[in-house]
Every structure is written in C-alpha cells, then in structure tokens.
C-alpha cells in the first residue's frame, strides 16, 4: 500500500520565509519537516520539526541532510545540484528535479531553453566579458543580468551607453533587449508527478523603483480574458517542456502592443503568490505540497479581490525590528499580517507581508495604500 503523506518526511533547502510558509501548510498534513539553512535563526527554524545549520551549497552537507528525508524540495534555487543527483540517483524524490533547477540557475541556459522550446522572450545575447559587452549586436540601453546567483533585483543592472559599462558586472552575464512594457505579470503553474496541471489567475505587479522588488500586486488581473488565457497557456508550455514536478512562477511582460514575452521563471513558491493565502481557495504553498506529494491539485480560483504588499525594512535602519504602527492597520477589515520571524531588520529586506482583501477592487487598493504608507519595519 502506498504511504501516507504524513509518512514521508520532506526536507527543505533553504529555511527562510517560503520554507516557513510551505510548513505552516505542512502542519495541516501532520507532515514531518526537516530544514537546513545557513543562517542559525533562520525564520524556519522554531516551527520545523528538525532543524539544521549548515551550507545547502556544501555538497557533504546537502548529501547527509538529503538522506535523512523522503522527499526533497527547495525554497531557494542556489543549492549543490550534483548533491541532489546524487540523492535521485539512490532513489530519493527531489522535486524540482535537479535538472529543473541546474537550468534554472543558470539565467543563460534557461533563456536558450526558451528559445529552443518556442516560449516568447526578449531577444538576448549571452556575454563573457566587458569586450562582448561593448561588441554586443543588441543596441543601448540594455538589461545586464548575472548569469547566476541574482535574485531580488541584484545581478540587474541597466546599460544605458558605453560609458556604463565601467561599472558592468564582470561575470558571465546576459544581455537582454529592454522592453518597453506596459505592466510586469505572472502566472504560477502547478504540476504533480501524474503530470496534472493547474494555473492560479494572472496577478499584475508594481516594483519599489529603487529595491528593484516587487512591491504591490493586484489579483486577479484586469487584463482582457484572451490575454490572461494566453498567459496561463505560456506557464503551462513552460512547465510541460521542463516536465517538472511542482510549483513553477512564470514572470512576464505585456509589452505595449500586447505581446507577452517571458522574463524568469522560478521552480519553488514565488513571491508573486503570496496573496493566494486569503485570496485563493489553495494557497500557492498548499499546492506545492499536494504537487510533490502527487495529489490531486487544488481549486485555484479566486475567492475575491486580494492586494498583497511587501513589507519591507525602512532606509536608515538597521537592527532589531519594531513594526510601527501595526495597531493601525489592524483596525481595518480584510487586513492579514505575515511576519517572518526576522529578528534584524535592514533597508529593503523583506520582513513579511500583508494582504488585503475586499469585494470591491478599488476599496482594497484603497486599504492597500494606507496600509503601505501606514506600516513601517524599523529598528
């Protein structure tokens, strides 16, 4: 007889807000949770059932950490892949794949694969050093992007002319076309082992200029329904060409003449999914579970209109957070709090985040920017 879920222990790369929020879904399953995070106050670390400092880049350490679990995922794509292959090899389930997550760490593969599989994205060119850069066949100003290692808007840099490129990264990059789009969009597609799909509806994002992150997302999208279909076809195609099993976030954008092109791709819970807690019938996390556990996926539809807002740490301080005016806020109907558990707060990290959800789209909006302009993480 198969097991039970709560009899497959799952071990978590990366112990940080997505690994916490994946557990708190966790916790409703009786699944038994194992997290290995560098940092020894990792957010996951008092609500996991076992918690382990130490690299999840370290080969060694990933391996042994691995070996304890039944079913591997990830909350952070930078972990030691040939760790994981290992693992797969000996017959341990890692989902994403590692061959999804080798092609996801790598901004420059995974933009071949678009290219190869049919999926539209900017046009681009892969570049090893500042003498390819200047040589590039895409004219200025252009997008810079880290090959590896960037998240969170670092590793992105803007090329406006030669005399930016003093201070390009130097590290294998790629260049990419700047698009000039209307609004910045994602889909989260799920997929379990059966090959099962499932998208959530188009949510529309607005970035913070100067953190380079999201800041405000809308759910669902006011977009015309052919263009969100579109979109929700795109994350499916994605998904099916990279045969993964899991979550997969697709970012893209609507270009002004109504295009949509691919910007990334993340293989894990996605920021851009957040909202799906109170504004979902599944969560985004509820559904990675039921994906790497290979049951059926859950009803993705929205419950109503639902905004959620990055709480981010305020420019200037830097120490132990206090979360100002947090009374205020609470004051308000359809306001849910989600702190992380990050005793340091510095400018721009991401302490938590709030939803807001309302019947009346521009009534939650309206909550929305209060409550952005209302609650502040200091020190």
């Known amino acids: 007889m198969a097991k039970q ?25 009786n699944v038994t949770t194992l997290v290995l995070d560098p940092d020894p106050d990792a957010p996951c ?29 990830i909350e952070i794509e930078k972990v030691n892949i040939d760790a994981l292959e290992q693992l797969e090899k000996e017959g341990k389930k890692v989902f994403p ?49 880290l090959r590896k290692d960037g998240y ?10 030669a005399a930016d490129l003093d201070k390009a990264f130097d590290a294998p990059c790629i260049i990419e076309k700047l698009v000039d789009f209307e609004k910045e969009v994602a889909v989260i597609v799920a997929r379990n082992a059966n090959g099962d799909m499932k998208t959530f509806p188009m949510v529309e994002m607005e970035f913070n200029p100067e953190a380079n992150l999201v800041e405000f997302l809308i759910s669902p999208s006011t977009f015309a329904e052919s263009l969100q279909q579109k979109a929700e076809n795109i994350a499916k195609n994605i998904a099916s060409a990279m045969n993964i099993t899991g979550i997969l976030a697709v970012e893209m954008f609507v270009c002004k003449d109504g295009e949509l092109l691919v910007n990334e791709v993340a293989p894990r819970p996605h920021n851009s999914g957040h909202q799906t807690i109170e504004g979902n019938y599944v969560s985004q996390f509820e559904q990675h579970l039921r994906s790497i556990y290979n049951l059926p996926l859950g009803d993705t539809s929205s419950i109503t209109n639902a905004i ?6 305020e420019k200037g301080f830097e120490g132990v957070a206090k979360y100002e005016n947090l009374e205020k806020i609470l004051a308000i109907d359809g306001v849910y709090v989600h702190l992380y558990g990050k005793k340091y707060t510095k400018p721009f990290r991401k302490m938590g985040h709030v939803t807001i959800v309302d019947i009346d789209r521009e009534k939650a909006i309206e909550k929305a920017r209060f409550v952005q302009k209302t609650l502040k993480v200091i020190a």
């Open 5 to 29: 879920i709560s009899e497959l222990k799952l071990g978590i790369l990366g112990g940080g807000q997505l690994g916490r929020m994946l557990i708190q879904q966790a916790i409703n399953y």
């Open 45 to 73: 670390k008092h609500i996991s059932n076992y918690f382990e400092n130490g690299s999840i880049t370290d080969f060694d350490t990933v391996y042994s950490f691995g070996k304890k679990a039944d079913i591997i995922t």
């Open 97 to 145: 794949q590692s061959r999804v997550i080798r092609l996801i760490q790598d901004k420059g593969v995974q933009k071949q694969f678009f290219k190869e599989n049919d999926i539209p994205t900017s046009p681009f060119q892969i570049v090893n050093t500042k003498e390819d850069m200047e040589n590039s066949n895409i004219p200025f100003p252009y997008i810079l992007k």
């Open 152 to 161: 969170d808007g670092k590793g992105v840099m803007k090329i406006n002319s």
């Open 308 to 313: 959620m807002i990055n709480l981010l740490g």
